[in-house]
């Protein structure tokens, strides 16, 4: 059986996690770095606090696990997409640590261990995804050997989206679940609806709405609006590739999985199509060292390691440039 620790630093969250072959998942450690209200994350900032933890959260995930450095088998790093300061502090955490140990190093794609640890935790096995997050928005499906994009955002992602507005109206952190909170209180008004063929676009729905609070309009009004709009947009696109590629499972996955709204709309929409949501259990939905772990299992049992040289960074590492093999 190999053990692989996993080390995720794309953006805000430096988390440290431990799986094993067997798909069990050991450990699950993170520390996260929280703007103050108003801010978004500043790269440099994130990755000071990365660096600043990074020890302690190693240290906290092999307690959880009970196990010691020397039982670990495999080093499993996000190598993209991401942060590039912020990347590379798990990059240069996993090197070392691959470097001291004499271990296998496996640079994984965040996206896919986002998917790979739904199909995991969910038993979900072929869906079409629902990849949402602050960084990410996309519909993607397993054809050919790869996660193909069906449709995704043209412009800012739908977790960014909501971060943005939350930062406009000055709402605390994480801006997500403060805007489905406020969301709980709020009524429809209307926002634009911009949905380009199987793509998306949620800037002009964020300028809108900070022109609707500017105007007067509620904060939990707005917020419900932003939810309700921004929700119906990736359920229409995700319905229509359910059609196309005649899957009967879709799988929600990344940190806007956390919001129970959108599974209760996506739930919607499969039962009348006759197919099952899977949604990715809510500690794995948001970044996490886990889902590098068996990402990186997953990547090694392939043959895909990743030689030092090879071992830098990018920032813009797609989900579909990765070869499924397994």
């Not at 050991?26 to 994350?41: E, H, M, Q, V, Y």
């Not at 496996?106 to 949402?132: Q, S």
């Amino acid at each position: 059986m190999m053990i692989c620790l996993g080390i995720e630093s794309t953006a805000h969250t430096f988390g440290a996690g431990i799986a094993d072959s067997n798909g069990k998942i050991l450990s699950n450690a993170r520390d996260t770095f929280l703007a103050k209200p108003g801010k978004g994350i500043v790269p440099r900032e994130a990755a000071n606090h990365h660096t600043d933890v990074c020890a302690a959260v190693i240290r906290k995930s092999l307690a959880e696990a009970k196990l010691k450095l020397s039982d670990i088998c495999l080093i499993a790093f996000a190598q993209g997409p991401g942060l590039p300061p912020c990347l590379r502090v798990g990059a240069v955490a996993a090197r070392t640590l691959a470097l001291k140990l004499n271990r296998p190093l496996i640079g994984a794609n965040h996206p896919v261990a986002h998917i790979e640890i739904g199909k995991l935790l969910t038993g979900a096995t072929d869906p079409v995804i629902l990849y949402v997050s602050g960084g990410n928005t996309q519909v993607l499906a397993l054809a050919g050997g790869r996660y193909r994009v069906f449709g995704e955002t043209l412009d800012i992602p739908m977790g960014n989206a909501l971060d943005q507005f939350a930062r406009t109206a000055n709402l605390g952190n994480p801006g997500g679940k403060s805007v489905e909170e406020l969301a709980k209180k709020g009524k429809y008004s209307e926002l634009p609806y911009v949905v380009k063929g199987m793509d998306l676009s949620f800037a002009g729905i964020v300028t809108a709405a900070e022109q609707k609070l500017k105007q007067g309009t509620s904060v939990e009004d707005i917020c419900y609006s932003l939810q309700e709009t921004c929700f119906a947009m990736l359920i229409e696109v995700t319905e229509r590739a359910l059609a196309h590629t005649d899957k009967k499972e879709v799988l929600l996955v990344g940190g806007v999985a956390a919001n129970k709204r959108f599974s209760e709309m996506l739930g919607i929409m499969a039962k009348e199509r006759n197919a099952k949501v899977f949604v990715v259990p809510q500690e794995y939905a948001g970044d996490n060292g886990a889902m590098i772990a068996w990402a990186g299992l997953l990547a090694h049992k392939d043959g895909t390691d990743t030689p030092l040289e090879k071992s830098g960074v990018d920032s813009s590492w797609r989900a579909d440039d990765v070869d499924v093999r397994w």
